[in-house]
């Protein structure tokens, strides 16, 4: 299959599960997005290849991206048995990576602190923000210089572009989950 006609067919299998999610007609969709019915119909059999005014029109229709539109569709589910994530040691911390494929923009860790452990957290891209939940245990964070005391269900906001640390000064293995939202790149032009 060459690349064009890969592109239409994902196109046309992402258009179907699109419209077919908002639970509206090819009709109702074609409507919406300014174009003969006859247009859309095309689009979603794979055989078109659309001018980007189409794209863009389809794309606003949908409230989807344009690169939405064109991605490589998933598997709808897939199971990551335990174990097969990784999993890393920083001193006698251990950290579970949650999240099985690469997700634009965000980090999803489990934090596992012995007794008595510290953990050093490791500064990001300026302007990225991090959210620590305490599961079980209780856990210190310190953030830009402020210490706070979690314990389990308590959530800390913070820079996640400065100098952190963990704790766990209790005497059980603390659990936390670490949420990292990465700073998205201001466009070109664009005052920060």
């Not at 490791?122 to 979690?150: D, K, N, S």
Request: net charge positive; charged share 20%; glycine share 10%.
């Amino acid at each position: 299959m060459g690349m064009d006609a890969e592109l239409g067919s994902r196109l046309g299998q992402n258009l179907k599960q699109l419209r077919e999610a908002r639970a509206a007609t090819q009709a109702q969709m074609a409507k919406l997005a300014g174009l003969p019915r006859a247009t859309w119909a095309n689009l979603e059999s794979g055989a078109s290849n659309p001018t980007l005014s189409v794209l863009d029109r389809v794309a606003t229709a949908l409230q989807v991206t344009l690169e939405e539109l064109i991605a490589t569709p998933r598997a709808s589910a897939q199971r990551y048995p335990k174990g097969t994530l990784p999993v890393k040691q920083r001193g006698n911390a251990t950290i579970y990576k949650l999240l099985p494929e690469a997700v634009a923009g965000m980090e999803i860790d489990r934090i596992e602190l012995p007794p008595g452990a510290r953990m050093t957290g490791i500064p990001h891209t300026p302007g990225t923000r991090e959210y620590l939940t305490c599961e079980t245990g209780v856990m210190v964070l310190v953030a830009a210089g402020e210490q706070f005391e979690l314990s389990p269900g308590d959530v800390v906001a913070f820079r996640g572009d400065q100098r952190h640390s963990y704790a766990n000064p209790g005497t059980r293995v603390a659990v936390g989950y670490s949420v990292v939202a990465l700073a998205r790149s201001a466009p070109s032009g664009e005052a920060r």
